[in-house]
């Protein structure tokens, strides 16, 4: 199985900025590779993802016009580019893919999951 690490997670200020990878350890097929966040004693949600399809983008509202995310395909990186954080963005952020669902924001749809890399955004 593709193996996803997840970095570039850190402590960050209100407003400032971060930017996490996700490498795979292959070159792979998905329809979809995205990202996920989880934060304390919350269910995981969906923050963005990239179509195979349409090499097209979509995100949460949450996050919309804040983060955004591209891929380099010789790398095999996924990045999501986080400006303007706020608080409420602390969370684990997971990057996963979607070997069949190139449009889905639902968990069960992704079937292979990075261990995560935390954020945390001080107010």
């Known amino acids: 199985q593709v193996h996803l690490l997840e970095s570039g997670g850190g402590l960050v200020q209100v407003g400032g900025s971060l930017r996490l990878s996700c490498t795979a350890s292959?070159?792979?097929?998905?329809?979809?590779a995205g990202w996920f966040r989880q934060a304390p004693g919350k269910e995981r949600e969906f923050v963005g993802a990239?179509?195979?399809?349409?090499?097209?983008?979509y995100y949460a509202n949450s996050v919309k016009g804040r983060f955004t995310i591209s891929r380099d395909n010789v790398e095999n990186t996924l990045y999501l580019q986080m400006n303007n954080l706020k608080p409420e963005d602390t969370a684990v952020y997971f990057c996963?893919?979607?070997?069949?669902?190139?449009?889905?924001?639902?968990?069960?749809?992704?079937?292979?999951w990075g261990q995560g890399t935390q954020v945390t955004v001080s107010s």
């Open positions: 292959e070159r792979t097929f998905s329809a979809a």
């Open positions: 996963a893919t979607s070997l069949y669902y190139s449009s889905s924001m639902q968990e069960r749809h992704y079937d292979n």
């Open positions: 990239w179509r195979a399809t349409d090499l097209t983008t």
